[in-house]
């Protein structure tokens, strides 16, 4: 025991404790190389997990993209999350009214950073049929930042998985993600 705890002592040397702070500081501030930004890319753009937020009628064909027909686990997705802390794709399917804009706002808020969010459907990205109620909200843009938007009245999940593979291609080619400064 003794002799493998004097063979970690190099652990605690100054300049060993010095050079990993110098590593810290470079990775909070992004200047890694693109080698390594690729790497971290990569990884994170394949296994992405989506908030499955389903409001009316495009939930089900979301819920189709899970299925094995469609398997949504070919692009690191399977993990469908019940808490937006756990999530870093928000999927909203379906009409989005000033009431329930309220709780879209807040599960986008709770989310950490980076995150994104799918307007799956007509109704999710201008209101769909239903744009001139009173209580319907003229796209989900209005609430949240919408990344990207998957048409439809409903999309099929082919749509779904294409929308998602546009997600894993900003995250990979570093327009947004992990590390996009430096």
Same mark, same amino acid.
């Given at each position: 025991? $003794? =002799?493998?705890?004097?063979?970690?002592?190099?652990?605690?040397?100054?300049?060993?404790?010095?050079?990993?702070?110098?590593? #810290?500081? #470079?990775?909070?501030?992004?200047?890694?190389?693109?080698? /390594? *930004?690729?790497?971290?890319?990569?990884?994170?753009? #394949?296994?992405?997990?989506?908030?499955?937020?389903?409001?009316?009628?495009?939930? /089900?064909?979301?819920?189709?993209?899970?299925? $094995? *027909?469609?398997?949504?686990?070919?692009?690191? $997705?399977?993990? !469908? @999350?019940?808490? %937006?802390? =756990?999530?870093?794709? !928000?999927?909203?399917?379906?009409?989005? &009214?000033?009431?329930?804009? +309220?709780?879209? @706002?807040?599960?986008?808020? =709770?989310?950490?950073? %980076?995150?994104?969010?799918?307007?799956?459907?007509?109704?999710? $990205?201008?209101?769909?049929?239903?744009?001139?109620?009173? &209580?319907?909200?003229?796209?989900?843009? *209005?609430? +949240?930042?919408?990344?990207?938007?998957? %048409?439809?009245?409903?999309?099929?999940?082919?749509?779904?998985?294409?929308?998602?593979?546009? /997600? =894993?291609?900003? /995250?990979?080619?570093?327009?947004?993600?992990?590390?996009?400064?430096?």
């Amino acid at each position: 025991m $003794s =002799q493998a705890r004097h063979e970690l002592d190099w652990l605690n040397d100054e300049v060993v404790v010095s050079e990993i702070d110098v590593v #810290n500081e #470079n990775v909070i501030a992004g200047k890694l190389p693109d080698v /390594i *930004k690729k790497v971290l890319g990569w990884g994170y753009g #394949n296994s992405t997990w989506p908030l499955g937020f389903g409001i009316a009628c495009c939930a /089900i064909e979301m819920m189709a993209a899970c299925s $094995s *027909k469609y398997d949504i686990a070919r692009f690191g $997705s399977e993990a !469908m @999350r019940m808490s %937006p802390r =756990q999530a870093d794709v !928000m999927i909203v399917a379906g009409t989005v &009214n000033e009431k329930m804009a +309220v709780v879209v @706002r807040r599960l986008y808020d =709770q989310m950490s950073e %980076p995150k994104f969010v799918i307007a799956m459907g007509a109704c999710a $990205s201008n209101g769909g049929p239903y744009w001139d109620t009173y &209580n319907v909200v003229d796209g989900v843009h *209005k609430v +949240v930042p919408v990344d990207v938007y998957v %048409p439809g009245c409903p999309p099929r999940p082919e749509a779904l998985l294409q929308g998602l593979m546009e /997600i =894993q291609e900003m /995250i990979k080619t570093g327009k947004r993600g992990l590390i996009t400064k430096g």
